[in-house]
């Protein structure tokens, strides 16, 4: 699971993701956890000239077992590459921690999709091994995510294994292509100031049909 395959896998992803479905063997519900705090509303804006810190805005809620399975799950979707470094050197577990700790919408919603999959990797990798999965060996990591990393080609009693790691390795692009290390793999030069500019090239305003 190289990056170049990961992002096309991004852009290719649909907006949003079926909530798991109850079947045999997958927990539907998150597993037991520190709660959210209840808050009202989401805050006021924040400050732009602050830099914030992880957990400052609202508690960051996975446990130590939970941020190593996610960073070792980070690593292998996004390994560090002759371009640029790994998931988890630029802050992707941070990202993954305050996005199902937030109190959004979508965050609340992809926090039990998250956590049910932690759960259920450590529970393959126990089955099959008898490790939870971050003490795993990188091959044997690989053999279970191999069989989930495609939700339509997985086998029936792991779909819902594979939507959990089609939403996860969304999240981990997301994390790491908004990152500074990310923006520069991607060749990104926006939000810098320029001298000049001078509009598209004209070689891609020709295929674009606008000229």
Same mark, same amino acid.
């Given at each position: 699971?190289?990056?170049?395959?990961?992002?096309?896998?991004?852009?290719?992803?649909?907006?949003?993701w079926?909530v798991l479905?109850?079947r045999s063997?997958?927990?539907?519900?998150?597993?037991p956890?520190?709660?959210?705090?209840?808050?009202?509303?989401?805050?006021?804006? $924040?400050?732009?000239?602050?830099?914030?810190h992880?957990?400052e805005?609202?508690? &960051?809620?996975?446990?130590?077992?939970?941020?190593?399975?996610?960073a070792?799950?980070?690593?292998?979707?996004? @390994?560090?590459?002759?371009?640029?470094?790994s998931?988890?050197?630029?802050?992707?577990?941070?990202?993954?921690?305050?996005?199902?700790?937030a @109190?959004?919408?979508d965050?609340? +919603?992809? +926090? $039990?999709?998250?956590?049910?999959?932690?759960?259920?990797?450590?529970?393959?990798?126990?089955?099959?091994?008898?490790?939870?999965?971050?003490?795993?060996?990188?091959?044997?990591?690989?053999?279970?995510?191999?069989?989930?990393?495609?939700?339509?080609h997985?086998?029936?009693? +792991?779909?819902?294994?594979a +939507? *959990?790691?089609? /939403?996860? /390795?969304d &999240?981990?692009?997301?994390?790491?292509?908004?990152? @500074?290390?990310g923006?520069k793999?991607?060749?990104?030069?926006?939000?810098?100031?320029?001298? /000049? *500019?001078?509009?598209?090239? @004209?070689?891609?305003?020709?295929?674009?049909g606008?000229?």
């Amino acid at each position: 699971m190289d990056r170049r395959t990961s992002i096309k896998w991004v852009l290719a992803a649909s907006a949003s993701w079926p909530v798991l479905h109850a079947r045999s063997g997958w927990a539907t519900e998150a597993p037991p956890a520190e709660p959210l705090l209840a808050l009202k509303g989401y805050g006021t804006d $924040p400050d732009l000239l602050k830099t914030y810190h992880p957990g400052e805005v609202w508690p &960051l809620t996975l446990s130590t077992a939970q941020r190593q399975l996610a960073a070792v799950l980070s690593d292998l979707i996004m @390994p560090a590459d002759e371009h640029s470094p790994s998931a988890t050197s630029v802050g992707v577990v941070d990202f993954i921690d305050e996005w199902v700790s937030a @109190p959004y919408p979508d965050c609340q +919603r992809d +926090r $039990p999709i998250v956590l049910a999959g932690f759960s259920w990797l450590d529970a393959e990798a126990a089955r099959r091994h008898g490790k939870s999965f971050a003490e795993l060996a990188v091959a044997q990591q690989s053999g279970i995510c191999d069989e989930i990393c495609d939700a339509e080609h997985a086998a029936p009693e +792991r779909r819902e294994a594979a +939507r *959990f790691f089609a /939403r996860y /390795r969304d &999240l981990t692009a997301g994390g790491f292509y908004s990152s @500074p290390m990310g923006r520069k793999d991607l060749g990104y030069v926006g939000n810098v100031p320029l001298a /000049r *500019f001078d509009g598209p090239p @004209p070689e891609l305003l020709k295929k674009l049909g606008l000229i």
